[in-house]
């Protein structure tokens, strides 16, 4: 498996970190079926700190971001 993780604070008003994954599994975060508290833990987690996040798949890997405005309450 390959995982790339980028992180950006550009001018120091936002935070972004991006993980890439190279989809040797096949992952849904919308499917709420699927057992585990992952992908609520990573949701309610995001929401503490007032992130935004998103899930993006592509035929080859899966792409997680999430970001934040640092002018936002922490």
Not at 6 to 31: A, K, N
Not at 34 to 62: C, D, F, Y
């Amino acid at each position: 498996d390959i995982v790339d993780m980028e992180i950006l604070v550009p001018g120091g008003e936002s935070f972004q970190m991006t993980i890439i994954d190279d989809g040797q599994t096949r992952f849904d975060p919308g499917d709420d079926s699927a057992k585990g508290r992952g992908i609520p833990n990573i949701r309610s987690r995001a929401s503490l700190i007032h992130a935004q996040i998103s899930w993006q798949r592509q035929e080859a890997g899966t792409t997680f971001i999430l970001s934040k405005d640092t002018k936002a309450k922490a």
